[in-house]
T-cell receptor
Framework: EAAVTQSPRSKVAVTGGKVTLSCHQTNNHDYMYWYRQDTGHGLRLIHYSYVADSTEKGDIPDGYKASRPSQENFSLILELASLSQTAVYFC?????????????FGPGTRLTVL | QQQVRQSPQSLTVWEGETAILNCSYEDSTFNYFPWYQQFPGEGPALLISISSVSDKKEDGRFTIFFNKREKKLSLHITDSQPGDSATYFCAARKGSNYQLIWGSGTKLIIKP
C-alpha cells in the first residue's frame, strides 16, 4: 500500500534555529509536496517537486527551502525558524501518470517554535 | 484571495441525519473537485471526487452534487455515523495541472 512517512512527528525549535523536516515515500510517485496547515487556513503549498534534484516554489515559499535528493525523499528546511512558522506540516506525493493526481499524505509534523 | 470557499466552518448533526457541506469557487476553468477527509492527528485522505462534466457522484453514503453554472458543489453524507466525525476539505484543480487549490475545511461532528 502507498505510504508517506514523516520525521520527526513533533518538534520544538528555538527562534533563529535551523529545522529540517523529512519525508519519505514508497509510492514511486513523481510529485512530492510540502504543505503547512493552520487553523482556519486549510492547506497551503510551500514547495513541491516533480523530479529528483529539482524543487519549485509553491504559494508561500518565503522562509523555507526544500531539497529532493532522490525520488523517495523530500526535505523542508527552515534556516532561521520564526514564531510564525509554528504549524503542522504535511508532506504528500502524487503520481503524474494518473488522471486524478490523487495526493497521498503523511501523518504530519507538529512544529512549535519558541 | 481565497478561490475555494467552504461553509459552514463547523457542523454538528445527530447520528442518522444527513450532513450537508458546501463549497464554492471562483475560477471557471477549474474542472476537477476532490473532497478530502482528515481525522485528528492524521493527514488528509481522498474521500470522493467529481469532474466538471458530471453533476453528481455517489459513493455509498457520500454524494457530491455539482452546479457548474453557479460554481457550487456540496457533499452530502447520509445516515451520518460518529466515525464520520472529521474535517472535510473541498479542493479544485485546473486541467492536468498538478496543483490543488484548497478550501479552509468544515469540521463535522456527529453526535450519537
Amino acid at each position: 500500500e502507498a505510504a508517506v512517512t514523516q520525521s520527526p512527528r513533533s518538534k520544538v525549535a528555538v527562534t533563529g534555529g535551523k529545522v529540517t523536516l523529512s519525508c519519505h515515500q514508497t509510492n514511486n510517485h513523481d510529485y512530492m509536496y510540502w504543505y503547512r496547515q493552520d487553523t482556519g487556513h486549510g492547506l497551503r503549498l510551500i514547495h513541491y517537486s516533480y523530479v529528483a534534484d529539482s524543487t519549485e516554489k509553491g504559494d508561500i515559499p518565503d522562509g523555507y527551502k526544500a531539497s529532493r535528493p532522490s525520488q523517495e525523499n523530500f526535505s523542508l528546511i527552515l534556516e532561521l525558524a520564526s514564531l510564525s512558522q509554528t504549524a503542522v506540516y504535511f508532506c504528500a506525493s502524487s503520481d503524474a501518470r494518473t488522471v486524478s493526481y490523487e495526493q497521498y499524505f503523511g501523518p504530519g509534523t507538529r512544529l512549535t517554535v519558541l | 484571495q481565497q478561490q475555494v470557499r467552504q461553509s459552514p466552518q463547523s457542523l454538528t448533526v445527530w447520528e442518522g441525519e444527513t450532513a450537508i457541506l458546501n463549497c464554492s469557487y471562483e475560477d471557471s476553468t477549474f474542472n476537477y473537485f476532490p473532497w478530502y477527509q482528515q481525522f485528528p492527528g492524521e493527514g488528509p485522505a481522498l474521500l470522493i471526487s467529481i469532474s466538471s462534466v458530471s453533476d453528481k457522484k455517489e459513493d455509498g453514503r457520500f454524494t457530491i452534487f455539482f452546479n457548474k453554472r453557479e460554481k457550487k458543489l456540496s457533499l452530502h453524507i447520509t445516515d451520518s455515523q460518529p466515525g464520520d466525525s472529521a474535517t472535510y476539505f473541498c479542493a479544485a484543480r485546473k486541467g492536468s495541472n498538478y496543483q490543488l487549490i484548497w478550501g479552509s475545511g468544515t469540521k463535522l461532528i456527529i453526535k450519537p
